[in-house]
């Protein structure tokens, strides 16, 4: 075998990015087959579920930013499509106008409505695929996983 065919097979026998990016694309299927319906997909889904539970204050970029794990330029690329749609509002803060403020409209509000139901239905699939235990286990790990490299991250 070449050189760049054992490396690779190193890489793919232990990397748990590749693991998890496969992951993800298997799962956000699922959700983005059901959330086809109303024409978001899952990335949006999980940006407007973190504004909503921001409230009717809303909250700023930076505060999303942090939950989400994104940075600020990137999150800013994705809110711009739910602003322009009309899921969201991005306003100054009138305390301080360096700070913008996301909220939902209430057309944002009726679409996380619209989107539970869609979210049971994809979330019943892979439930009943994984089982409830492993799907457990699944989400602690990933919780662990996550908390574990963002505390080590920020060692440095």
Same mark, same amino acid.
């Given at each position: 075998?070449?050189?760049?065919?054992?490396?690779?097979?190193?890489?793919?026998?232990?990397?748990?990015?590749?693991?998890?990016?496969?992951?993800?694309?298997?799962?956000?299927?699922?959700?983005?087959?059901?959330?086809?319906?109303?024409?978001?997909?899952?990335? /949006?889904?999980?940006?407007?579920?973190?504004?909503?539970?921001?409230?009717p204050?809303?909250?700023?970029?930076?505060?999303?930013?942090?939950?989400?794990?994104?940075d600020?330029?990137?999150?800013?690329?994705?809110?711009?499509?739910? /602003?322009?749609?009309?899921?969201?509002?991005?306003?100054?803060?009138?305390?301080?106008?360096?700070?913008?403020?996301?909220?939902?409209?209430?057309?944002?509000?009726?679409?996380?409505?619209?989107?539970?139901?869609?979210?049971?239905?994809?979330?019943?699939?892979?439930?009943?695929?994984?089982?409830?235990?492993?799907?457990?286990e699944?989400?602690?790990?990933?919780?662990?996983?996550?908390?574990?490299?963002?505390?080590?991250?920020?060692?440095?």
């Open positions: 075998m070449a050189r760049y065919e054992d490396l690779a097979q190193k890489m793919v026998a232990v990397c748990p990015g590749m693991r998890v990016a496969r992951a993800t694309r298997v799962l956000a299927r699922v959700f983005n087959d059901e959330f086809r319906a109303i024409g978001l997909q899952s990335s /949006q889904h999980g940006v407007l579920t973190f504004v909503a539970l921001a409230g204050d809303g909250a700023t970029i930076g505060a999303l930013a942090d939950e989400l794990l994104l600020r330029t990137t999150l800013t690329r994705n809110l711009r499509p739910l /602003q322009k749609a009309g899921y969201l509002t991005i306003t100054r803060s009138p305390k301080d106008a360096r700070v913008q403020i996301v909220s939902l409209t209430k057309k944002g509000q009726t679409t996380i409505e619209a989107l539970y139901p869609l979210w049971q239905r994809a979330y019943g699939q892979i439930r009943a695929a994984l089982g409830p235990q492993a799907l457990a699944l989400s602690d790990r990933l919780d662990q996983a996550t908390a574990a490299v963002v505390a080590a991250q920020s060692d440095y």
